[in-house]
């Protein structure tokens, strides 16, 4: 059974970051590619923004335009997780955060990050 669980999330103010991390279970990690996504307060009932993504070897690397140079994606095979390292944070990053592994739909509860002063 395909488990995320997602944490690293919680309040910051504009400039600051956050890293946000996600542990995987129940399937070959390895041969997985991990995405983030996210879902700001209003967006409900619309689809999940896509922020970033890493293939499974974790050589390649893909961001949304609206993150990319302020947030890194990473993998820890090791430890079977996924890591987004956001820096500079906006009161726009402000959403629910989810981790989706690839081969089905599979996501995790999300992690809310709150950009505000």
């Known amino acids: 059974q395909v488990h995320l ?3 690293g999330g919680g309040l910051v103010q504009p400039g600051g970051s956050l ?3 996600c542990a995987a279970s129940g399937f070959i990690f390895e041969e997985a590619a991990m ?4 879902q700001g307060p209003e ?3 619309t ?6 993504r890493i293939s499974s070897s974790g050589l390649n690397t893909a961001y949304s335009r609206s993150v990319r140079g302020r947030f890194t994606i ?3 095979v090791t430890k079977k997780t996924v890591l987004l390292q956001m820096t500079d944070l906006q009161p726009e990053d402000t959403a629910v955060y989810y981790c989706k592994a690839s081969g089905g739909d599979y996501w995790g509860q999300g992690t809310q990050v709150t950009v505000s002063q």
């Not at 995405?35 to 996210?38: C, K, P, Q, V, Y």
């Not at 689809?47 to 970033?52: G, I, K, L, Q, S």
């Open 74 to 76: 990473s993998r820890d």
């Open 5 to 7: 669980v997602e944490s």
């Open 47 to 52: 689809e999940r923004e896509f922020v970033a």
């Open 19 to 21: 890293n946000l991390s």
């Open 43 to 45: 967006a409900l009932g």
């Open 35 to 38: 995405s983030w996504h996210r």
